[in-house]
C-alpha cells in the first residue's frame, strides 16, 4: 500500500472514530460551518473546555463535510459531439479542540461517476474529446472515473489574539486570483503557511508563501515546478504553441494582502510573486452607501528576470509584456433586486497572465466560464442581477456579457485563441429550511455564441454551445 493509501486509511479511520467521540460531545460545542473563512470569528464558537486526556483534545473536536451531485450536459454545435455526465460524492473536515492556542485538522474528498455518456468519445469533426464534463472527475487522467479521492487539509494552526499562523495543507481565504473555486466536484487546494494579523479590527493582514497546489479537478499534488503547465498552456504571442510547463524553475508563490474600512469605502491591496515568473499588483477600492455600491480595480504584471533565460516558447510571459486590466463596477441594492453593470479593459501593454491551476479571476465583470486570463486589447461587458422571492432562500440571477477585442489567430492579445463572444448565464439557487436545513439545490444554464468564427475547431466546447448544470449539495 503506497504512502497516499496509508494517509487516507488513517484519515478515514479517524474520520469514523472521532463522529462518534463528536456525537457524544454535541452539548458541549457547536460543529463549525463548512468552508469558513473567518478562523478567528468561528473560534468564538470553540470554546476552550478542560483537557483531562489526550482523547479530549480529539473528542471535543468538530465534524463538518458536505455530500454533493453535479449533473453536468454541453449542447455543441450543431452535428459536434454533446456530452453529459453526473458526478456524486463529498467531503468530511475534522477540526480538533485547541488547547494552549494550537490545534489541527483534516479532510478528505472523493468522487465518483455515478453515470454519463463516452467522455472519451472522440468527435469525428475536430478530433477532441469531453472538456467541462471531465472537469468533474480527473483532467489529468481521462481514464480515472473512480480512484479519485484527495487528502484535502491536513493541517497545524496557531491562534493567537490579533490572528494565527497555519502551517500545512489547507482551506485558504480566497483572493481575487489565488481562490478555491469550489465550482466543480474539486476546489483548487493549497499547501504553505498562512500567517493573519488583525489590527483593531479595521485593519487585516495576510500573508502567505505557497509551496504546492493540487489544482481544482485533479486528485495529485504538485510542487510549482510541475504544477505551473498542467492545463491549457496556449500559445506565445508570435503564435507558437507555450511549453512552459516544467521548465519554469519556479519554487512557489508568495502573497501579501492588506485590507481596510474607512467610512463609506473598502480599501485591498494584494502583492503576488511567483517565484521565476512574474509580479502582479492588485488595487481594490470600493465605495457604499444607502443602496449604492461602485467599485474599480486596477492589477499592473511585471515579468521576473528569469524568464529571458528561457527559449521564447518555454517562457509563461515574455520580457516586453506588462499585462494591466482595469474594471469597475456600479450596483444597486433594493429589498429584493441586486443590479450590477461592470466594465474591463485589458491593455495593449500585454496578456493579462496568472496560472489557471491557482484559481480563477475574480474581475468585476468574471463570471461562471468567462474570465479575463489571456486576454489583452480586450474590454469585457458584464450586465447582471439576482432577485430575491418571497421566500428569502429563494432567488434567481442573470448575467450578460460580451468581449470585445478577441480575434482567432491574433495571439498577440489572445493567449488561448478565443473568438470575441457573448454569453447569458441563468441561474436558481433554492436552500431548505427546517428538517432538510443544509440542503441547496443550483441550476444554472449558461449560452455561449461566438460573434465572428463557428469554425468546428474554434467553438467545440468553446463556442456556440448550450451547458445546462444541475447541483445538488448538502453541507453538514
Request: charged share 20%; net charge negative.
Amino acid at each position: 500500500m503506497d504512502l497516499k493509501k496509508r494517509l487516507y486509511t488513517l484519515l478515514w479511520g479517524w474520520f469514523l472514530f472521532f463522529s462518534g467521540l463528536a456525537g457524544t460531545q454535541a452539548q458541549h460545542e457547536a460543529p463549525i460551518a463548512s468552508g469558513s473563512d473567518n478562523i478567528l470569528e468561528a473560534e468564538s464558537d470553540n470554546p476552550r473546555r478542560s483537557i483531562e486526556a489526550l482523547k479530549d483534545v480529539f473528542g471535543l473536536g468538530t465534524i463538518s463535510g458536505h455530500l454533493r451531485n453535479y449533473f453536468m450536459n454541453t449542447i455543441n454545435q450543431g452535428s459536434l459531439t454533446d456530452y453529459y455526465a453526473n458526478a456524486i460524492g463529498g467531503a468530511m473536515r475534522f477540526r480538533s479542540h485547541r488547547i494552549y492556542g494550537f490545534e489541527f485538522g483534516a479532510a478528505g474528498i472523493f468522487t465518483y461517476n455515478l453515470f454519463s455518456n463516452d467522455l472519451n468519445k472522440v468527435d469525428p469533426v475536430t478530433g477532441g474529446i469531453a472538456d467541462f464534463e471531465h472537469q468533474l472527475f480527473d483532467v489529468l487522467d481521462t481514464e480515472n472515473f473512480n480512484d479519485l479521492d484527495r487528502l484535502e487539509e491536513l493541517y497545524i494552526r496557531f491562534i493567537f489574539n490579533n490572528g494565527y499562523a497555519m502551517f500545512g495543507r489547507m482551506a485558504i481565504q480566497d483572493s481575487p486570483l489565488m481562490n478555491k473555486s469550489d465550482g466543480r466536484m474539486k476546489p483548487f487546494a493549497f499547501q504553505g503557511l498562512w500567517f493573519n494579523y488583525n489590527i483593531l479590527e479595521k485593519h487585516r493582514f495576510n500573508l502567505a508563501w505557497i509551496n504546492q497546489i493540487s489544482p481544482r479537478s485533479t486528485v495529485e499534488w504538485f510542487d510549482f515546478k510541475e504544477g505551473i503547465g498542467l492545463f491549457n498552456q496556449g500559445f506565445q504571442p508570435d503564435g507558437v504553441e507555450a511549453e512552459y510547463h516544467e521548465q519554469l524553475e519556479s519554487e512557489g508563490l508568495a502573497m501579501l494582502e492588506y485590507q481596510t474600512r474607512i467610512s463609506h469605502f473598502n480599501l485591498s491591496v494584494y502583492q503576488w510573486y511567483l517565484h521565476n515568473i512574474s509580479y502582479t499588483g492588485w488595487l481594490g477600492l470600493a465605495y457604499d452607501k444607502n443602496r449604492w455600491n461602485l467599485g474599480v480595480q486596477y492589477v499592473l504584471q511585471i515579468p521576473d528576470g528569469f524568464q529571458k533565460t528561457l527559449q521564447y516558447e518555454q517562457r509563461f510571459v515574455q520580457p516586453e509584456e506588462r499585462g494591466q486590466v482595469l474594471s469597475g463596477q456600479v450596483q444597486y441594492l433594493s429589498d429584493r433586486w441586486t443590479l450590477r453593470a461592470a466594465f474591463s479593459q485589458a491593455f495593449a501593454s500585454g496578456r493579462f497572465l496568472f496560472p489557471r491551476e491557482l484559481g480563477r479571476d475574480q474581475f468585476y465583470t468574471s463570471i461562471s466560464r468567462s474570465r479575463m486570463d489571456g486576454f489583452g486589447n480586450t474590454g469585457v461587458l458584464t450586465l447582471g442581477g439576482n432577485h430575491t422571492f418571497g421566500m428569502e432562500h429563494f432567488s434567481a440571477g442573470f448575467d450578460y456579457t460580451r468581449t470585445f477585442g478577441p480575434e482567432v489567430d491574433a495571439f498577440e492579445f489572445n493567449k488561448y485563441n478565443l473568438d470575441a463572444y457573448q454569453q447569458i448565464n441563468l441561474s436558481l439557487n433554492y436552500e431548505f429550511k427546517g428538517f432538510f436545513e443544509g440542503l441547496h439545490m443550483v441550476f444554472l444554464y449558461v449560452y455561449r455564441d461566438n460573434l465572428n468564427n463557428s469554425e468546428p475547431e474554434v467553438v467545440f466546447n468553446r463556442g456556440n454551445l448550450h451547458q445546462i448544470n444541475f447541483i445538488t449539495n448538502f453541507e453538514f
